[in-house]
């Protein structure tokens, strides 16, 4: 009989790589907010792939960046404190653009990481589908070179698509093959042990993202400040009751956020609202109000208050 295997496998790699999209995709659900926008993810979350030989406990991080404030910061030391305890890593690197200088200081950081330990390192190259297979093959040789100009050896290099399922279940067997013999880590009916309050800020936070302008998806953030059943609703028809707030840095973001006449406002609520009630089973009720927070993410005590 196979021992049970169970532990923690990190994904890491440069913003906006696919980590996100991939996460969901071994794990079979949605458990990360996904965007086009680079640093989407701010949160260490953890998805839960729980089968009846092992149990992997997938952790995805924040893109690794060189930072340009307080927020970036504590990012990175997000990113560095997560890999530090795995007991395997996958480096995504997206198949769409060249090998460039912020795969290079991932790569960097986490050849450093790994020194002395003997855990596994996978390399992922994601968004397969986005280019023809000369391509892949090209960013194939650049990460076999870019880990032989590093000294990190990588265990696997993996082309994977999150969108066609290409070797999805390949790069989920290599990770579950590098997890030690034990028990489960978690129950085996939880894909995700983020508070639910979390999870519902990151949906109303990915609705946001849709459709702003550059400047705004690094000053977006949202805290759900209430959230509850409303009393006295019939057995067979609950309703949960949600006020939350999306903080911007300036008046005039604020503007940008909430549209004409409160439409922009109302569409992320609509867009919120759907994803939470397929998330938790049960009819929504959201209430959304935009505040200023003036530069946030530079201010300490205020990175606090966002949970930061």
């Known amino acids: 009989m196979t021992a049970h295997r169970a532990g923690l496998a990190c994904f890491v790699g440069r913003p906006n790589a696919g980590k996100s ?36 406990v997938m952790l995805d991080t924040p893109g690794l960046h060189k930072p340009k404030t307080l927020l970036g910061e504590r990012l990175n030391d997000l990113v560095r404190e997560a890999w530090s305890g795995v007991d395997v890593a996958a480096m995504c690197i997206a198949a769409d653009s060249p090998v460039g200088p912020g ?43 870019l880990g032989a100009a590093l000294g990190l050896e990588w265990g696997e290099i993996v082309p994977v698509s999150a969108v066609t399922g290409d070797h999805v279940d390949l790069l989920t067997g290599l990770l579950v093959e590098a997890l030690p013999e034990g028990p489960s880590l978690y129950p085996d009916n939880e894909v995700t042990d983020q508070p639910e309050e979390i999870l519902v800020a990151e949906l109303i936070r990915e609705a946001a993202l849709e459709g702003v302008t550059d400047e705004l998806p690094h000053s977006l953030a949202v805290v759900v400040e209430e ?53 938790l089973g049960t009819p929504v009720f959201l209430d959304l109000r935009v505040k200023v927070a003036k530069d946030w993410q530079r201010d300490p005590r205020q990175l606090r208050r966002l949970g930061f």
Do not use: C, W
């Not at 969901?24 to 640093?39: C, D, E, H």
């Not at 960097?108 to 589908?129: N, P």
């Not at 409160?262 to 009630?277: C, F, H, N, P, Q």
């Open 103 to 145: 795969d290079r200081f991932v790569a960097s950081e986490l050849s450093r990481a790994r020194r002395g330990g003997a855990r596994t390192t996978y390399a992922v190259v994601t968004k397969t589908d986005l280019v023809p297979p000369p391509v892949v093959a090209e960013r194939l040789i650049e990460v076999a070179e």
């Open 227 to 279: 959230m509850a059943m409303r009393d006295g609703r019939p057995e067979d028809r609950p309703l949960l009751d949600i006020y939350a707030v999306v903080f911007v840095e300036r008046d005039s973001q604020k503007a940008i956020i909430i549209g004409k006449g409160g439409s922009r406002l109302k569409a992320v609520g609509t867009r919120a609202r759907a994803g939470i009630e397929a998330l």
């Open 21 to 56: 999209t991939l996460m969901n995709a071994l794990v079979g659900q949605k458990v990360a907010i996904t965007s086009s926008r680079p640093q989407t993810t701010r949160h260490v979350i953890r998805a839960i792939l729980t089968r009846p030989e092992a149990q992997l």
